[in-house]
């Protein structure tokens, strides 16, 4: 899950209202995977490829949380 190169700003929060609808192991899969994603995020540390999906990453994981 790419969340910058998949999908362009103009449709993100699109994504985002998508994203809250899930439920079950639809909605638990996507955290999984999204939490996953934010631990690569911290062991890359400066990796600026990475850091770009930092703060779309975040609002993924605070909508789902």
């Known amino acids: 899950m790419t969340v910058t190169r998949s999908v362009p700003d103009e449709h993100f929060s699109t994504l985002l209202a998508y994203l ?8 638990q899969l996507t955290l ?22 930092a703060p779309r990453l975040r609002q993924v994981l605070q909508l789902l949380s």
Do not use: N, S, V
């Open 32 to 53: 999984q995977k999204a939490e996953a994603l934010m631990q690569q995020l911290d062991a890359a540390g400066g990796d600026d490829a990475l850091q770009g999906q």
């Open 20 to 27: 809250e609808g899930l439920q079950g192991k639809a909605r």
